[in-house]
Structures are given as C-alpha cells and as structure tokens.
T-cell receptor, first 113, second 115 residues
C-alpha cells in the first residue's frame, strides 16, 4: 500500500516569512495529492490539491509542487500570517479522489507575530 | 450551516460496548467517506459510499466495524465490542460525486473514548 512521509513535524516561522512542508510517497500509481489544514477541534479543510499531470499549482499565497520522478511534493506558503498557524497534512491516493487517501503524519505550523 | 455534521461530538463508552456514530453529509452529496484519526496522526481511510452502497470498505480494520447509508444520505458507523484501541476521532467527509475533481468536505469529527 501507499506510504506517505511528511517533514518537518513542527515548523515555526516569523510572520511574513515563507514556510515549506515536504512529503514523499511510495506508490507510483498515486495520482492525486491534496493538502489539508486542520485547526484544533475541527476537521481537515482542503487548501490546495494537485494531480499527477501537473507539476505546480498556485492559489494566492499557497503553492504546491509535484515531482513524480522523485515521488515528492511540497507545500509553500508565502507571506505567512498568524491565522496560518495550524496542523497541515499532505495526502496521496491512486483513486484520483478523496477515496483511500493516505495521509502524512502532519506538520504543526506556528507563525510568530 | 450547511456543512457535514457529526453526532455526538464526544462519546465515552466502556470496553466491550456497542457504539453508533452518525454523519449528516452536505445535502446533495452522493459520496461519503469515513476516516479515523488517532492522536498526533493523520486520518486513516475506513470506508467510502457512493449513494447507498459501500463502494470501498478496504480500510475497515476488522469485522467489529460496520457502516450503513440506507437512504444515500445519513450514514452510521457502528462498532461492536469496543476496545481501548478504538479510541480516536472518527471523521466523516462528503463530496458532490465520488470521482475525480470533487472536493471532499470533512465534519468536525466524533471523539470516541473507550475506557
């Protein structure tokens, strides 16, 4: 089955700086890679996703890159704000949808004012 | 609020008891997913419904776990003979369809504690 590893487990940045979270996956059949933000006591919220036919996707301050050859993908957040503080999860699946997502172990991002 | 609703938000039960966890998906969403999240970990897939049928139950850990969605809307996750290892947050998500390019929306979860 799929195995997703996520680094770092914790990340602290100053407000306005950039944050980068990296994930690797093992199943070459995986074709859908979403990123979720989870605040305390809430369910995960999709913030951006990328499919295997695309190398990079950007949405305002958030971008995701995918390297299929190396089987890794990364989340980039620019101009970080205190409200970006949360746990971020990467995930991968060969289903192309939210079915059978394998999640990473999460990154606790803290943006210091 | 038109989001995914899960009840109860918290459930404490004794080892060996039976529990039911309820999920009300977003109206009109045909796809429904159950995931389980242990403390400090990412969610783990349990089961996926497309309409009334369980299209993929490969994530259910054993036969103590069962889920239904009789009318294609509300779903109930049932756990028999609960064990302390079943303690986790059980998350439900729904999407408009089950296919590609459909965003899944998660509920806030039910925190199950088996004592």
């Amino acid at each position: 089955g799929e195995n997703v590893e996520q680094h770092p487990s914790t990340l602290s940045v100053q407000e306005g700086d950039s944050a980068v979270i990296k994930c690797t996956y093992s199943d070459s059949a995986s074709n859908y890679f979403p990123w979720y933000k989870q605040e305390l006591g809430k369910g995960p919220q999709l913030i951006i996703d990328i499919r295997s036919n695309v190398g990079e996707k950007k949405d305002q301050r958030i971008a995701v890159t995918l390297n299929k050859t190396a089987k890794h993908f990364s989340l980039h957040i620019t101009e970080t704000q205190p409200e970006d503080s949360a746990v971020y999860f990467c995930a991968a699946t060969p289903s192309g949808s939210a079915r059978q997502l394998t999640f990473g172990s999460g990154t606790q991002l803290t943006v210091l004012p | 609020g038109a989001g995914v609703s899960q009840t109860p938000s918290n459930k404490v039960t004794e080892k060996g008891k039976y529990v039911e966890l309820r999920c009300d998906p977003i109206s009109g969403h045909t796809a429904l997913y159950w995931y389980r999240q242990s403390l400090g970990q990412g969610p783990e897939f349990l089961i996926y419904f497309q309409g009334t049928g369980a299209a993929d139950d490969s994530g259910l850990p054993n036969d103590r776990f069962f889920a239904v969605r009789p009318e294609g809307s509300v779903s109930t996750l049932k756990i028999q003979r609960t064990e302390r290892g079943d303690s986790a947050v059980y998350l439900c998500a729904s999407s408009l369809m089950g296919g590609v390019s459909t965003e899944a929306f998660f509920g806030q979860g039910t925190r199950l504690t088996v004592v």
